[in-house]
């Protein structure tokens, strides 16, 4: 590890120890590769590293699931001594774990499996379990379709979303993204408060301005590899500067932060390019005047976020696990 040959299980930190203790068979095989050396080499750049590779080595998967929760190693990664040892206590059923679980969420923002559950009395209520966007979807877009459905409230406007995402999405995170435009052109541009026809229409009409330039947007350059989130923090101002803007993940987040930070209703299709080229400049001059600082790893493990927030923005940048680089769409004023 690290260039270092280690021959005993002592020489490993409390903190690997007590992750490794929530790794099934984790401490049976590390015992068992220190204990047979001469059957194979195993290399790693750290302890954290080496945590990785066991949990994908045994299991193919780094999410680790316990009754009360489902989470990626990568964020268990970032706990504390004292909060792996009550995940610990989540995997033992007969715990008495409600204070352990309320303690967990309320700091690294969690969703129980319970609630994930709600899921599919969600689709139920909307009809919709049988819709494509929905089967067979992972853990990380059963966490997204949670966070929307407890950000929306019941009405003929939502089910005018959802009906309108249903229609233009392809997997269930266009879903959330292309509903979440749909509302955010009722709030931010829709002033005269049309009946539901003429409002669907002159969305449907918002929406086709902005596919003609979306795809524009989709920007996404490798900002490198780094061995701490600090590394990756401290790089990215200087990055971003040499890029040609911060980009979007995918047509339809451009969509929805689009429809919340810009003028695009009754905009011609010049003054509409103009009006992104506006927003986008703005966000490498908020980057260039502000400090990152690092966001709570997403409980799917998939992203790292960064956010620098002024009196009346915030901008989070994302890196992904192929450090891709990407704007967040729910960067924005904050009200």
């Not at 059963?142 to 409230?153: A, N, V, W």
Request: some cysteine.
């Amino acid at each position: 590890m690290a260039g270092k040959q280690i021959d005993n299980i002592n020489a490993f930190s409390s903190q690997f120890l007590t992750t490794l203790k929530l790794i099934n068979d984790g401490y049976a095989w590390l015992k068992w590769a220190l204990t047979n050396p001469g059957l194979s080499v195993y290399y790693a750049q750290n302890e954290q590293d080496l945590l990785l590779k066991i949990q994908s080595g045994l299991h193919e998967t780094l999410l680790l699931r316990c009754k009360a929760f489902t989470i990626h190693l990568e964020t268990i990664l970032t706990f504390d001594e004292a909060d792996l040892e009550l995940l610990i206590e989540l995997f033992d059923t007969n715990a008495s774990q409600s204070a352990s679980i309320a303690s967990l969420s309320k700091r690294y923002s969690l969703t129980t499996n319970k609630q994930l559950v709600t899921n599919a009395s969600f689709l139920k209520q909307y009809n919709q379990t049988d819709a494509p966007v929905f089967q067979g979807i992972g853990f990380e877009d059963q966490l997204e379709l949670y966070k929307f459905q407890k950000s929306i409230k019941e009405g003929e406007e939502t089910n005018e979303a959802i009906a309108f995402a249903l229609s233009k999405a392809s997997n269930s995170s266009e879903f959330v993204h292309y509903s979440n435009f749909y509302i955010n052109c009722i709030n931010h541009q829709l002033t005269d408060q049309p009946d539901s026809a003429a409002r669907s229409e002159q969305i449907n009409d918002m929406y086709n301005m902005l596919d003609n330039v979306c795809f524009n947007l989709i920007y996404v350059p490798q900002v490198g590899s780094f061995n701490s989130q600090k590394e990756l923090m401290d790089h990215l101002k200087d990055f971003i500067s040499t890029t040609k803007f911060v980009g979007y993940q995918m047509k339809a987040s451009a969509m929805d932060s689009l429809s919340k930070n810009i003028p695009i209703h009754g905009a011609s299709d010049e003054q509409l390019r103009k009006n992104i080229e506006q927003f986008l400049s703005f966000i490498k001059q908020e980057v260039a005047r502000g400090q990152f600082e690092p966001e709570p790893m997403p409980q799917d493990g998939q992203e790292q976020l960064f956010s620098i927030t002024t009196e009346k923005y915030k901008t989070t940048i994302v890196v992904d696990t192929e450090s891709n680089l990407f704007l967040s769409p729910t960067s924005g004023s904050i009200e």
